[in-house]
Protein backbone atom coordinates (compact mmCIF):
# COMPACT_ATOMS: atom_id res chain seq x y z
CA UNK A 1 0.00 0.00 0.00
CA UNK A 2 1.54 3.14 -1.12
CA UNK A 3 1.74 6.04 1.66
CA UNK A 4 -1.17 8.41 0.48
CA UNK A 5 -3.57 5.67 0.33
CA UNK A 6 -2.53 4.36 4.40
CA UNK A 7 -2.66 7.69 5.51
CA UNK A 8 -6.59 7.98 3.78
CA UNK A 9 -6.91 4.61 6.10
CA UNK A 10 -4.92 5.84 9.16
CA UNK A 11 -7.45 8.83 9.08
CA UNK A 12 -10.81 7.19 7.65
CA UNK A 13 -10.16 4.88 10.72
CA UNK A 14 -9.81 7.62 13.21
CA UNK A 15 -13.22 9.25 12.01
CA UNK A 16 -14.45 5.43 12.79
CA UNK A 17 -13.24 5.30 16.22
CA UNK A 18 -14.74 8.80 17.05
CA UNK A 19 -17.95 7.93 16.06
CA UNK A 20 -17.82 4.37 17.91
CA UNK A 21 -16.52 6.46 21.06
CA UNK A 22 -19.29 9.12 20.66
CA UNK A 23 -22.31 6.47 19.77
CA UNK A 24 -21.11 4.22 23.02
CA UNK A 25 -20.79 7.88 25.13
CA UNK A 26 -24.46 8.62 24.27
CA UNK A 27 -25.57 5.65 24.67
CA UNK A 28 -24.55 5.92 28.35
CA UNK A 29 -25.68 8.89 28.99
CA UNK A 30 -22.27 10.76 29.11
CA UNK A 31 -20.40 13.31 27.45
CA UNK A 32 -18.23 12.18 24.77
CA UNK A 33 -15.75 15.01 25.97
CA UNK A 34 -15.20 13.19 29.34
CA UNK A 35 -13.32 10.46 27.51
CA UNK A 36 -9.87 10.61 25.69
CA UNK A 37 -8.60 8.42 22.59
CA UNK A 38 -5.35 7.41 23.56
CA UNK A 39 -3.37 5.62 20.54
CA UNK A 40 -1.61 2.54 21.36
CA UNK A 41 1.29 2.73 18.90
CA UNK A 42 3.33 -0.26 19.52
CA UNK A 43 4.91 -1.76 16.24
CA UNK A 44 3.39 1.53 14.22
CA UNK A 45 5.81 3.57 12.37
CA UNK A 46 6.28 6.93 13.58
CA UNK A 47 5.35 8.50 10.57
CA UNK A 48 1.88 6.81 10.71
CA UNK A 49 1.22 8.06 14.21
CA UNK A 50 2.18 11.26 12.69
CA UNK A 51 -0.77 10.84 10.30
CA UNK A 52 -2.99 10.57 13.34
CA UNK A 53 -1.31 13.22 15.40
CA UNK A 54 -1.70 15.86 13.09
CA UNK A 55 -5.48 14.52 12.71
CA UNK A 56 -5.41 15.75 16.37
CA UNK A 57 -5.28 12.04 18.16
CA UNK A 58 -2.39 13.47 20.21
CA UNK A 59 -1.98 10.95 23.21
CA UNK A 60 0.22 8.22 22.69
CA UNK A 61 0.71 4.76 24.70
CA UNK A 62 4.01 2.95 23.97
CA UNK A 63 4.55 -0.59 25.39
CA UNK A 64 8.50 -0.84 24.48
CA UNK A 65 11.56 1.66 26.17
CA UNK A 66 13.46 0.82 23.07
CA UNK A 67 10.29 2.09 20.44
CA UNK A 68 10.06 5.02 22.30
CA UNK A 69 13.74 5.84 21.81
CA UNK A 70 13.46 4.56 17.89
CA UNK A 71 10.35 6.87 17.10
CA UNK A 72 11.53 9.93 18.96
CA UNK A 73 13.45 11.86 15.93
CA UNK A 74 9.81 12.69 15.19
CA UNK A 75 7.38 12.45 17.97
CA UNK A 76 9.78 14.12 19.99
CA UNK A 77 9.00 17.43 17.66
CA UNK A 78 5.41 16.91 17.54
CA UNK A 79 2.56 18.48 20.26
CA UNK A 80 2.21 14.69 21.68
CA UNK A 81 1.73 13.51 25.34
CA UNK A 82 3.53 10.55 25.25
CA UNK A 83 2.43 7.47 28.10
CA UNK A 84 4.17 4.06 29.16
CA UNK A 85 1.26 1.51 29.22
CA UNK A 86 3.55 -1.67 29.16
CA UNK A 87 5.53 -3.59 32.19
CA UNK A 88 8.16 -1.56 33.22
CA UNK A 89 11.38 -3.00 34.52
CA UNK A 90 13.41 -0.91 37.29
CA UNK A 91 16.38 -1.26 34.95
CA UNK A 92 14.66 1.05 32.21
CA UNK A 93 12.95 3.94 34.48
CA UNK A 94 16.16 6.25 33.82
CA UNK A 95 15.30 6.10 30.16
CA UNK A 96 11.55 6.13 29.63
CA UNK A 97 11.49 8.80 31.84
CA UNK A 98 13.15 10.74 28.99
CA UNK A 99 10.42 10.40 26.66
CA UNK A 100 7.30 9.87 28.29
CA UNK A 101 4.80 12.67 30.74
CA UNK A 102 2.36 9.67 32.05
CA UNK A 103 3.22 6.12 33.57
CA UNK A 104 0.25 3.94 33.16
CA UNK A 105 1.65 0.93 34.57
CA UNK A 106 2.85 1.65 38.27
CA UNK A 107 2.02 -2.17 39.77
CA UNK A 108 4.47 -2.73 42.67
CA UNK A 109 5.70 -0.87 45.58
CA UNK A 110 9.38 -1.54 44.24
CA UNK A 111 8.64 0.55 41.04
CA UNK A 112 6.94 3.11 42.60
CA UNK A 113 9.92 3.36 44.95
CA UNK A 114 12.46 3.49 42.34
CA UNK A 115 10.54 6.19 40.77
CA UNK A 116 10.18 8.55 42.97
CA UNK A 117 14.22 8.41 43.82
CA UNK A 118 15.24 8.73 40.04
CA UNK A 119 12.42 11.44 40.05
CA UNK A 120 13.79 13.19 43.30
CA UNK A 121 17.27 13.22 41.67
CA UNK A 122 15.63 14.92 38.57
CA UNK A 123 13.64 17.52 40.71
CA UNK A 124 10.60 16.60 38.89
CA UNK A 125 7.04 14.80 39.18
CA UNK A 126 5.70 11.86 37.22
CA UNK A 127 1.98 11.76 36.60
CA UNK A 128 1.30 7.76 37.06
CA UNK A 129 -1.85 5.14 36.98
CA UNK A 130 -1.95 2.51 39.43
CA UNK A 131 -2.45 -0.74 36.79
CA UNK A 132 -4.77 -3.58 38.54
CA UNK A 133 -4.78 -7.28 37.62
CA UNK A 134 -8.76 -7.22 36.91
CA UNK A 135 -8.42 -10.44 34.85
CA UNK A 136 -7.19 -12.56 37.50
CA UNK A 137 -4.69 -13.85 34.77
CA UNK A 138 -1.65 -14.84 35.32
CA UNK A 139 0.01 -14.00 32.51
CA UNK A 140 -1.34 -10.07 32.93
CA UNK A 141 0.84 -7.70 34.70
CA UNK A 142 -0.94 -5.62 37.18
CA UNK A 143 -1.20 -5.75 41.41
CA UNK A 144 -4.22 -8.05 42.95
CA UNK A 145 -7.35 -6.04 42.85
CA UNK A 146 -7.58 -6.91 46.97
CA UNK A 147 -4.11 -5.33 47.30
CA UNK A 148 -4.91 -2.59 44.92
CA UNK A 149 -6.25 0.21 47.78
CA UNK A 150 -2.32 -0.83 49.68
CA UNK A 151 -0.40 -0.21 46.43
CA UNK A 152 -2.33 3.28 46.03
CA UNK A 153 -1.72 4.23 49.80
CA UNK A 154 1.68 3.64 48.75
CA UNK A 155 2.43 5.27 45.79
CA UNK A 156 0.78 8.29 47.00
CA UNK A 157 3.36 8.23 50.14
CA UNK A 158 5.88 9.33 47.26
CA UNK A 159 5.87 12.53 46.76
CA UNK A 160 6.73 13.09 43.07
CA UNK A 161 4.54 10.48 42.08
CA UNK A 162 1.23 11.78 40.89
CA UNK A 163 -1.87 9.85 41.26
CA UNK A 164 -3.99 10.00 38.18
CA UNK A 165 -6.12 7.03 38.29
CA UNK A 166 -6.29 3.15 37.57
CA UNK A 167 -5.71 1.08 34.67
CA UNK A 168 -6.18 -2.37 32.99
CA UNK A 169 -5.67 -4.49 30.43
CA UNK A 170 -9.04 -6.71 30.67
CA UNK A 171 -9.87 -10.10 29.54
CA UNK A 172 -8.90 -10.72 25.98
CA UNK A 173 -12.01 -12.20 24.71
CA UNK A 174 -14.21 -11.37 21.55
CA UNK A 175 -17.45 -11.37 23.71
CA UNK A 176 -17.89 -8.24 25.48
CA UNK A 177 -19.82 -9.43 28.79
CA UNK A 178 -17.15 -11.40 29.72
CA UNK A 179 -14.62 -8.64 29.49
CA UNK A 180 -16.97 -6.54 31.36
CA UNK A 181 -16.60 -7.86 34.75
CA UNK A 182 -13.14 -6.76 34.77
CA UNK A 183 -13.94 -3.41 33.70
CA UNK A 184 -16.70 -2.83 36.24
CA UNK A 185 -14.69 -3.72 39.29
CA UNK A 186 -11.91 -1.39 38.02
CA UNK A 187 -14.73 0.85 38.52
CA UNK A 188 -15.79 -0.20 41.70
CA UNK A 189 -12.21 0.08 43.40
CA UNK A 190 -11.67 3.69 41.70
CA UNK A 191 -14.66 4.55 43.62
CA UNK A 192 -13.59 3.24 46.60
CA UNK A 193 -10.99 5.04 46.37
CA UNK A 194 -12.14 8.54 46.30
CA UNK A 195 -14.36 7.28 48.76
CA UNK A 196 -11.20 6.86 51.03
CA UNK A 197 -9.79 9.76 49.67
CA UNK A 198 -6.83 8.35 47.73
CA UNK A 199 -8.18 9.74 44.21
CA UNK A 200 -9.91 12.87 44.11
CA UNK A 201 -12.92 12.85 42.12
CA UNK A 202 -10.99 15.13 39.29
CA UNK A 203 -7.97 13.13 38.71
CA UNK A 204 -9.83 9.78 38.73
CA UNK A 205 -9.14 8.00 35.64
CA UNK A 206 -9.97 4.27 34.87
CA UNK A 207 -7.78 3.56 31.78
CA UNK A 208 -9.09 0.58 29.99
CA UNK A 209 -10.90 -0.97 26.64
CA UNK A 210 -9.26 -1.14 23.77
CA UNK A 211 -10.08 -1.62 19.88
CA UNK A 212 -12.73 -4.83 20.20
CA UNK A 213 -13.88 -3.79 23.70
CA UNK A 214 -14.34 0.09 23.88
CA UNK A 215 -18.38 0.60 23.92
CA UNK A 216 -17.91 -1.93 26.88
CA UNK A 217 -15.66 0.04 28.57
CA UNK A 218 -17.33 3.53 28.12
CA UNK A 219 -20.47 1.75 29.74
CA UNK A 220 -18.44 1.04 32.63
CA UNK A 221 -17.19 4.09 33.08
CA UNK A 222 -13.68 4.07 31.01
CA UNK A 223 -12.58 7.92 30.38
CA UNK A 224 -9.28 6.69 28.54
CA UNK A 225 -9.55 4.36 25.83
CA UNK A 226 -6.29 2.44 24.05
CA UNK A 227 -7.02 2.04 20.62
CA UNK A 228 -4.01 0.46 18.03
CA UNK A 229 -5.20 -2.06 15.73
CA UNK A 230 -8.80 -0.28 14.64
CA UNK A 231 -6.76 2.79 13.44
CA UNK A 232 -3.28 1.68 12.60
CA UNK A 233 -4.82 -2.00 11.23
CA UNK A 234 -2.95 -5.38 12.25
CA UNK A 235 0.05 -5.75 13.86
CA UNK A 236 2.79 -8.06 13.10
CA UNK A 237 2.51 -9.98 16.49
CA UNK A 238 -0.28 -11.34 18.92
CA UNK A 239 -1.32 -8.86 22.23
CA UNK A 240 0.45 -11.06 23.92
CA UNK A 241 4.21 -9.78 22.38
CA UNK A 242 3.35 -7.02 23.90
CA UNK A 243 2.13 -7.41 27.81
CA UNK A 244 5.78 -9.90 27.92
CA UNK A 245 8.22 -8.69 30.71
CA UNK A 246 10.60 -9.51 28.28
CA UNK A 247 12.72 -6.92 26.45
CA UNK A 248 11.26 -4.00 28.35
Not at 25 to 44: M, Y
Not at 215 to 222: F, N
Request: glycine share 6%; with cysteine.
Amino acid sequence: MDIAAQSADILANLHLIRQRIAAAAAKAGRSATDIQLLLATKTVAAENIKVAADAGATLLGENKVQELKEKDYLLGTLPVQRHFIGHLQTNKIKDVLKYVTCIQSVDRQELAEKLDSRLQYEKRTMDVFVQVNTSFEESKFGVHPDEAIRLLEQVKSYGTLQVKGLMTIGLFDADPEKVRPSFRLLREIRDTAIQQKLLSPDAAHLSMGMSGDLETAIEEGATIIRVGTAVFGKRQYPDSYYWNEQGQ
